[in-house]
């Protein structure tokens, strides 16, 4: 229960990394905001979860792209947990195709830098009326960010690579008000984005080159995102943490 007593919004909540990340601070003790979009259903499911293992959990529907739908989400989390936001975790994101050069347009541009860059940007700037000292923003990155991605990834692992340099810009602005901002960056995960857009052929091939010969799991990750929101990792910040089995370091 490291997390007792303490307050957590963590977007794009409701599947996946974002699933594992609500459940694993809700069960070390936080108050959970679970926002989600698209993701109704499986929402309903990760607060079902929460429930089971007796924590504490609403789920607010926002678009992290729309400042208004933004500004909605804290004041539905004020209505809720009150004034003071311990836990930030910006995971809302997603890769949504695989593009070349020639096939990127406008929308596919904006679409995918917006909910991955631009939705932690404003979300965090939202909040920080209500960080306060001692408060951990944890942005989810990807080892894309640092090695350039797959292929027609590149929109994507561009919006992770931004997100790992603001997180270290604003880890020297925030800092001497005593709030903590890291990212992770995970590689090889299993979830449904993999599912979704890479080949079984090449996630084969991917674990069989990770030192560990694995993919990882979503409670990897959430169990890093739990430590770098707890006090026990109160001297780290601006560091982009790297979780891949060892395919990369950084």
């Known amino acids: ?22 459940i694993k601070l809700a069960q070390e003790g936080a108050k959970v905001v ?19 293992i007796g924590g504490e959990a609403i789920a ?3 678009d992290v792209t729309k400042q208004e739908d933004i500004d909605q989400l804290v004041v539905k989390t004020k209505e809720a947990f009150g ?20 096939e990127i347009d406008e929308a596919f541009y904006d679409l995918v830098m917006n909910v991955n860059f631009k939705g932690t940007v404003f979300v965090t700037k939202a909040f920080m009326s209500m960080l306060g000292n001692g408060s951990s923003v944890i942005n989810v990155a990807s080892q894309a960010g640092r090695d350039g991605g797959g292929p027609g990834s590149a929109l994507y692992a561009s919006s992770k690579g931004a997100v790992m340099t603001l997180t270290r810009n604003w880890a020297k602005e925030l800092g001497p008000k005593g709030i903590r901002i890291n990212a992770v960056c995970p590689g090889m995960i299993a979830t449904k984005f993999h599912d979704d857009f890479t080949k079984d ?12 010969r694995r993919e990882g799991g979503a409670g990897e990750v959430a169990d890093l995102i739990a430590y770098l929101a707890s006090d026990e990792s109160s001297f780290m910040t601006g560091n982009n943490v790297d979780i891949n089995g060892g395919l990369a370091f950084s």
């Open 60 to 62: 607010i529907k926002a």
């Open 201 to 212: 052929e090449v996630r084969k091939n991917v674990a069989g080159n990770t030192p560990l």
């Open 34 to 52: 679970v926002n989600y979009f698209n993701s109704e259903q499986d929402c309903k499911e990760t607060l079902s979860a929460i429930k089971e």
């Open 83 to 102: 004034d003071n936001l311990h836990i930030l975790v910006n995971n809302a994101g997603g890769l949504f195709a695989r593009k070349t050069i020639g």
């Open 1 to 22: 229960m490291r997390l007792k007593g303490k307050v957590a919004v963590v977007t794009g909540g409701a599947r996946d990394i974002g699933r594992a990340i609500s």
